[in-house]
Structures are given as structure tokens and as C-alpha cells.
């Protein structure tokens, strides 16, 4: 048999051998391909929904499969940092180094929470027969927003090495905490819907917010890279 040969978006683009004995070159290229992998990582955030709450277990499993993308990169990335490591560094590019490899390694995170914990959890609502209320979705969907709006103005501050957007990132906190306050209330209120199988919809709307606020989290710490 054939190997298997990885797919091209697996590669890592700018990771060049060649470059390890310029420190300060190496390290662009390691901004480089953090820039690819926080794209894709953001497609996957995008596309979370509507598939966690109406997604068939085909449009779940795609979903699923852009993680091999994300854990190739993430890989790639961290070796290479490894191997940087090695070289002589200056304080300021030890500390460069040290924020790649939490950038690198929160972008894996939230890669995980959407191809595991939300696929598992949009399995578990079609095995249990869950339909979310039109309502519920509507909350949801406009939590997602702001998820997603917090992951790009992180990546945005990573891309620009730039605190002040870092800082609009992490200032979303306060706004997002009082939306979580409300939908976890309007998922109280729907427990006493008489409606069917209102305990496990209950359960997987909360899932959802839970895995979303999770995301918002290390989306926020990708931010503090840059201060």
C-alpha cells in the first residue's frame, strides 16, 4: 500500500528549515503561519453554527474534519518553536517565542472544543431527539456573534502585534457575562414550558452556551499575549 500523503493545508507554508539561524526571520515566519492557523481556526468558530443546534451528522462530521487541519499546523508550529529555542535569543524574542507557542496553543484549544465537545454534544441532540425553540436559537445565534467578534479582534491584535486591540478584546468581558446571565435565565424559563423533552433540550441548549463561553475564554487569553 501506498502512504498516506498529507493534505497540502496539513503543510506547514513558512516553516523554513533555513531559516533558524536568523532568530528574528524564524520567528516572522512562525507569525506567518499562526496567521494560517488562526484562519482556520476562525472558519471553524464561524461555522459552529447553526450545525451545533440544526446540523445533520454529515454537515458535524466536516466539521469535525477541519481539526486535522488545525492539529497538523499546531504541531508544525510548536516543533519549530522548539527548534528556535535552541538558537541564541535575545529576551525580547524569548518572550516573542513563549507568546507563539500560547497563541498556538490556545487556537488548538478552541480547535478541540468545536471538533469535540460541540460535535459530541450536536450528536448527543440528534440522538436524543432535541429540537431547539426558535427563540433559544435566536439567543444563541447572537452569543456565537460576539464569540466570533472577540476571536477576530484577538487574531487581528496577534496579526498587528497590537495591545489596544488586544485590550477591545479583552474589554468584551463585562458585556458577555451579562449576556451569559440571561440566556442561562431564558433556559430556566423554558424548563417550565409544557413541552416534550424539555429536560434534555434544557441540557443541550445549556451545553452549547457552555462550550461557546469557553471558547470566548481562550479567545480572551489570546488577547493577553499582546500587552
Same mark, same amino acid.
Given at each position: 500500500?501506498r502512504p498516506?500523503?498529507p493534505?497540502?493545508?496539513?503543510l506547514?507554508?513558512?516553516l523554513?528549515?533555513?531559516? @533558524? +539561524?536568523?532568530?528574528?526571520?524564524? @520567528?516572522?515566519?512562525?507569525? !506567518?503561519?499562526l496567521?494560517?492557523?488562526?484562519? &482556520?481556526?476562525?472558519k471553524?468558530?464561524a461555522d459552529v453554527?447553526?450545525?451545533?443546534? +440544526?446540523?445533520?451528522r454529515?454537515q458535524? $462530521? /466536516?466539521?469535525a474534519a477541519?481539526?486535522?487541519?488545525?492539529?497538523a499546523?499546531?504541531?508544525a508550529i510548536i516543533?519549530?518553536?522548539?527548534?528556535? !529555542?535552541l +538558537?541564541?535569543?535575545?529576551k525580547r524574542q !524569548?518572550?516573542?517565542l513563549?507568546?507563539? %507557542?500560547?497563541?498556538? /496553543?490556545?487556537l488548538?484549544?478552541?480547535g478541540? &472544543?468545536?471538533?469535540t465537545a460541540?460535535?459530541? #454534544?450536536a450528536e448527543k441532540?440528534?440522538?436524543?431527539?432535541v429540537?431547539?425553540?426558535?427563540?433559544t436559537?435566536?439567543?444563541l445565534?447572537e452569543?456565537h456573534?460576539?464569540?466570533? $467578534? +472577540? @476571536?477576530d $479582534?484577538?487574531?487581528k491584535?496577534?496579526?498587528?502585534q497590537?495591545?489596544d486591540? %488586544?485590550?477591545?478584546a479583552?474589554?468584551r468581558?463585562?458585556?458577555? #457575562?451579562?449576556m451569559?446571565?440571561e440566556?442561562? %435565565?431564558?433556559?430556566l424559563?423554558?424548563?417550565?414550558a409544557?413541552?416534550? /423533552?424539555r429536560l434534555?433540550t434544557?441540557?443541550? $441548549?445549556m451545553?452549547v452556551?457552555?462550550i461557546l463561553?469557553s471558547i470566548?475564554?481562550?479567545? &480572551?487569553?489570546?488577547a493577553r499575549?499582546? &500587552?
Amino acid at each position: 500500500d501506498r502512504p498516506v500523503r498529507p493534505q497540502k493545508a496539513m503543510l506547514p507554508k513558512y516553516l523554513d528549515e533555513d531559516l @533558524l +539561524t536568523n532568530p528574528a526571520i524564524a @520567528l516572522e515566519a512562525v507569525r !506567518s503561519e499562526l496567521r494560517r492557523l488562526g484562519k &482556520r481556526v476562525r472558519k471553524m468558530v464561524a461555522d459552529v453554527m447553526p450545525a451545533a443546534i +440544526t446540523g445533520t451528522r454529515s454537515q458535524l $462530521e /466536516n466539521l469535525a474534519a477541519g481539526d486535522k487541519v488545525v492539529d497538523a499546523l499546531h504541531g508544525a508550529i510548536i516543533e519549530y518553536l522548539g527548534k528556535i !529555542s535552541l +538558537t541564541t535569543l535575545s529576551k525580547r524574542q !524569548s518572550k516573542e517565542l513563549m507568546q507563539a %507557542a500560547d497563541i498556538a /496553543n490556545g487556537l488548538e484549544q478552541i480547535g478541540d &472544543r468545536v471538533a469535540t465537545a460541540m460535535v459530541t #454534544s450536536a450528536e448527543k441532540r440528534i440522538d436524543e431527539d432535541v429540537h431547539v425553540s426558535p427563540q433559544t436559537a435566536e439567543f444563541l445565534n447572537e452569543y456565537h456573534a460576539i464569540v466570533v $467578534e +472577540t @476571536l477576530d $479582534e484577538s487574531l487581528k491584535a496577534v496579526t498587528k502585534q497590537d495591545a489596544d486591540l %488586544a485590550k477591545q478584546a479583552r474589554k468584551r468581558k463585562k458585556d458577555f #457575562s451579562m449576556m451569559s446571565q440571561e440566556l442561562a %435565565a431564558h433556559g430556566l424559563d423554558r424548563l417550565t414550558a409544557d413541552e416534550p /423533552n424539555r429536560l434534555r433540550t434544557y441540557a443541550r $441548549e445549556m451545553e452549547v452556551m457552555e462550550i461557546l463561553e469557553s471558547i470566548f475564554s481562550i479567545a &480572551r487569553r489570546i488577547a493577553r499575549t499582546q &500587552r
